[in-house]
């Protein structure tokens, strides 16, 4: 187990905005950060990150959390494992304490399958850097590709022995489970036979964004006929490949840094052209591009350059993927290399400036891209020519943005040579289509539009007395501190024997205040995380006086955590609308303390004696004399809502 003082000095140096910033491309606004969503697919920023509380909040999904959080609930790791990634992050050392038996055997089957992926990552490894065979097939492979000895490491790259079963033995001797080798792929397992699945191949290990071994790729050397080029894992609770891309884990940073991604095809043409010095570049991994592998990008960057090599017969397969990506929102550009070259040849053979410049100069709109490589074959056969215009409207059809969708109808009146009129008809055209597609569902399925009287929702004491509570505790975590001027009233006897109330105004912290109306009162949470988080915040009160919101954001209950997370983000969440610049300006609580505090306090009380009437009024008394009882405490109970509300300017 990990030690308490690592996971203290972790949460001590872990900055929520630089953790985050690794996954999630963040723009400043005011003294937040905000952006894309990383768990839903969205076109607005959702997400704000807020540097001064060290805590997070998408609005899309409702997570938020600190920085530990966001590593669990982003790469689904335990808490353990966020640990580590952290202190992994900030070079901190992990003190271990023993764990017991059952601990271990506690270990989730997820958790092992990473376990095992990484074994094999760093078994290929040594066998490619140290073993004789290893160095004298696999690394003279790679050298031969012209990597240096930095990309090979930098990389992960390894080789499998040409053996049925060295893996595998080499794995089960050192303790791994054979089922957790079948799961990931790494061992193929036929009974009673079991050999090694990559054997003879070099291997290209798959990381995810946060740089866990997913799977691995690996490519045969020699001129066997009847075995693939290439094989990669198959898919497992780790390894989904069409959710997967290719060096994204070494090219996060550079793409979040640079505003662009380059997308490639294969491993080789990631790793030479990092050699080369350009890091924004991932690969599809030489299968279609998916959304999810899109969206993957959009989450760094909203702009892609897609590459491709002088291949037309590829490059008319590859145009789906630029149908998808314009259907994400993404700003897409081509470039194309000269016939015979690929990504990876033409980066070994020039310079980072020079290949730079040809990336810059070369990179160009799909329209252009798309007549281009289209208008060779219309030439001057009018049907051929006006099927080209059709597929390029519903390449632009699928773009979200309408603004965007017309610049783009403009631009390709242009380069075809017809007028916009006809463009814009045809776009219409194809939105009717797709319109009748979707009236032409079964009758059970289509909405059909009803007028319906509008249902007023009707809320019950329970949620009032849910919104309550919770208003309580928000006031408490934003203002806990805060010292405010407070009016009691007082009933008091002048000379002449008469009663009369009277205001006396005293200052107080607004957490003590809190406690002091909710004890005099006996006043308990029905919420049960509320009632944790008030229990917590007593607590500090009883030793230190004061309240300390960072212990509840890194509390070890995580329900605790993303509780107050939620409140606290709640209080961001018109910042995003960014309303001030819209000049609406949203009137501070601050200025209004002391009215917020009490308002909360008294429709608590007011709640609570509204339920107590109904509880009183429904019970059946078990004796004659007990009604009369019971018909007095209604009275009374009647009587301090009424003062009650003329405390709060309310009609009755």
């Known amino acids: 187990m990990i030690s308490k003082n690592t996971i203290d000095k972790v949460f001590e140096t872990a900055r929520v905005e630089e953790v985050i910033g690794d996954f999630v491309q963040l723009k400043k606004s005011g003294s937040n950060f905000k952006g894309l969503s990383p768990f839903v697919?969205?076109?607005?920023?959702?997400?704000?990150?807020?540097?001064?509380?060290?805590?997070?909040?998408?609005?899309?999904?409702?997570?938020?959390?600190?920085?530990?959080?966001?590593?669990?609930?982003?790469?689904?790791?335990?808490?353990?494992?966020?640990?580590?990634?952290?202190?992994?992050?900030?070079?901190?050392?992990?003190?271990?304490?023993?764990?017991?038996?059952?601990?271990?055997?506690?270990?989730?089957?997820?958790?092992?399958?990473?376990?095992?992926?990484?074994?094999?990552?760093?078994?290929?490894?040594?066998?490619?850097?140290?073993?004789?065979?290893?160095?004298?097939?696999?690394?003279?492979?790679?050298?031969?590709?012209?990597?240096?000895?930095?990309?090979?490491?930098?990389?992960?790259?390894?080789?499998?022995?040409?053996?049925?079963?060295?893996?595998?033995?080499?794995?089960?001797?050192?303790?791994?489970?054979?089922?957790?080798?079948?799961?990931?792929?790494?061992?193929?397992?036929?009974?009673?036979?079991?050999?090694?699945?990559?054997?003879?191949?070099?291997?290209?290990?798959?990381?995810?964004?946060?740089?866990?071994?997913?799977?691995?790729?690996?490519?045969?050397?020699?001129?066997?006929?009847?075995?693939?080029?290439?094989?990669?894992?198959?898919?497992?609770?780790?390894?989904?490949?069409?959710?997967?891309?290719?060096?994204?884990?070494?090219?996060?940073?550079?793409?979040?840094?640079?505003?662009?991604?380059?997308?490639?095809?294969?491993?080789?043409?990631?790793?030479?052209?990092?050699?080369?010095?350009?890091?924004?570049?991932?690969?599809?991994?030489?299968?279609?591009?998916?959304?999810?592998?899109?969206?993957?990008?959009?989450?760094?960057?909203?702009?892609?350059?897609?590459?491709?090599?002088?291949?037309?017969?590829?490059?008319?397969?590859?145009?789906?993927?630029?149908?998808?990506?314009?259907?994400?929102?993404?700003?897409?550009?081509?470039?194309?290399?000269?016939?015979?070259?690929?990504?990876?040849?033409?980066?070994?053979?020039?310079?980072?400036?020079?290949?730079?410049?040809?990336?810059?100069?070369?990179?160009?709109?799909?329209?252009?891209?798309?007549?281009?490589?289209?208008?060779?074959e219309a030439q001057n056969d009018p049907v051929k020519k006006a099927a080209l215009i059709r597929d390029i409207v519903l390449s632009i059809s699928k773009i979200p943005n309408h603004i965007q969708r017309e610049i783009y109808l403009q631009e390709c009146a242009k380069i075809m040579d017809i007028s916009e009129r006809v463009l814009f008809s045809e776009l219409a055209q194809l939105a009717k289509k797709e319109d009748r597609v979707a009236k032409g569902r079964p009758d059970s399925t289509r909405q059909q539009m009803t007028v319906v009287k509008e249902k007023v929702p009707q809320i019950s004491k329970a949620d009032q007395l849910n919104t309550l509570e919770k208003k309580l505790i928000e006031i408490l975590l934003l203002y806990g501190n805060c010292e405010v001027e407070f009016i009691d009233f007082v009933e008091v006897e002048d000379e002449d024997g008469n009663t009369k109330v009277v205001k006396e105004k005293y200052k107080n912290l607004v957490c003590k205040e809190i406690y002091l109306h909710l004890q005099d009162d006996e006043i308990e949470f029905s919420n049960p995380v509320f009632k944790k988080i008030y229990y917590e915040i007593i607590d500090q009160l009883n030793q230190d006086e004061t309240l300390k919101i960072d212990v509840l954001i890194n509390h070890e209950d995580i329900e605790i955590s993303q509780m107050v997370t939620d409140i606290l983000m709640d209080d961001e969440k018109y910042r995003l609308s960014d309303w001030e610049r819209k000049e609406i300006y949203v009137r501070s609580k601050d200025t209004h303390l002391t009215k917020l505090v009490m308002d909360a306090i008294l429709n608590l009380r007011r709640i609570l004696i509204e339920l107590k009437i109904k509880e009183l009024m429904t019970e059946q008394p078990e004796q004659p004399e007990d009604s009369k009882s019971m018909l007095e405490l209604v009275v009374n109970y009647t009587a301090l809502k009424k003062r009650l509300f003329e405390r709060l300017n309310r009609v009755i």
């Open 41 to 376: 697919d969205e076109k607005s920023p959702s997400f704000m990150v807020s540097p001064v509380k060290q805590i997070w909040k998408d609005f899309s999904s409702g997570k938020g959390g600190n920085a530990i959080s966001f590593i669990m609930e982003h790469e689904h790791y335990s808490y353990p494992e966020a640990i580590r990634y952290l202190a992994k992050k900030y070079n901190i050392e992990i003190e271990e304490t023993e764990q017991t038996d059952q601990q271990k055997e506690q270990a989730s089957e997820r958790d092992a399958m990473f376990i095992v992926s990484e074994f094999a990552r760093d078994y290929f490894h040594d066998i490619l850097l140290n073993h004789p065979k290893g160095k004298a097939i696999g690394l003279s492979y790679f050298k031969e590709r012209g990597f240096r000895q930095d990309t090979i490491e930098k990389f992960q790259l390894g080789y499998a022995l040409d053996e049925w079963t060295a893996f595998t033995d080499e794995a089960v001797r050192k303790g791994y489970r054979i089922d957790y080798l079948e799961k990931t792929g790494l061992t193929i397992v036929k009974d009673p036979k079991k050999f090694d699945r990559f054997k003879g191949r070099v291997i290209f290990p798959i990381h995810s964004m946060s740089g866990r071994v997913l799977g691995f790729g690996g490519r045969i050397l020699t001129a066997d006929k009847k075995a693939a080029k290439y094989v990669n894992s198959p898919e497992s609770e780790i390894y989904h490949k069409s959710k997967v891309l290719y060096g994204i884990y070494h090219a996060k940073q550079s793409i979040a840094k640079l505003d662009n991604c380059y997308l490639v095809e294969g491993y080789t043409d990631v790793i030479s052209f990092h050699q080369t010095g350009i890091e924004n570049v991932v690969a599809s991994s030489g299968t279609a591009l998916t959304s999810d592998q899109i969206r993957l990008i959009s989450r760094l960057t909203p702009n892609i350059t897609v590459l491709f090599d002088g291949d037309a017969a590829g490059m008319r397969a590859s145009l789906r993927g630029i149908d998808l990506i314009l259907e994400q929102g993404m700003n897409v550009k081509v470039v194309t290399f000269p016939e015979g070259e690929d990504p990876d040849s033409f980066a070994k053979a020039n310079s980072h400036e020079s290949l730079q410049a040809y990336l810059d100069t070369q990179a160009q709109d799909f329209i252009q891209f798309k007549v281009s490589m289209l208008m060779e």
